[in-house]
């Protein structure tokens, strides 16, 4: 029996496990060496009026993150602000009329889920932040594109900070 001819597919999930492993490595390294440093990226506060989605194409532009050239970042936490009227309602959503979100990285094209992901079931709060297991690799000079959708029934403002490693390059 011949071996199967791999994927595209295929080849592109071992190429980022390949990348997890070198970046796993690489981590350790430098936090071994101390060049790396817990570190915060955050969007600014966007607001996302009602039934509007914040995406490529769209009225309102979608926030970015733009990663330093001087390191790559592991994301391994998320957490967020929800403001209505300037109360805080990260719990009182619904799942219903929860925000959505979609992490893009532009550099590469790739999502970091597979179709947007509700506000309650994704973003924590300050001693209780939304783990990402494994952490996700933003390489050096990469934009991150955070694309929102409210489908509740006020607008909202929202903000989302990854909170992660700074891995120096050398």
Known sequence: MTNPRPTANTTMKVNTLQALVSADAVTFRESVRGRTKFYEYSTPLTNVPLGTLVAPGQPVTPPRINIEASSHFFAS??????????????????????????????????????????????????????????????????????????????????????GGTKVFLL
């Not at 959708?149 to 929202?158: D, T």
């Open 77 to 162: 936490e998320i957490t967020g602000v929800a403001l209505v009227t300037a109360t805080l309602l990260t719990y009182l959503f619904t799942a219903q009329i929860a925000p959505r979100i979609q992490v893009t990285d532009e550099g590469t094209g790739a999502t970091v889920f597979d179709q947007p992901v509700t506000w309650t079931s994704l973003v924590g709060i300050g001693k209780r932040p939304f783990r990402l297991q494994p952490p996700y690799l933003m390489r050096s000079k990469s934009n991150i594109r955070v694309d929102m959708f409210n489908p509740a029934g006020v607008a909202v403002s929202l903000q989302v900070t990854f």
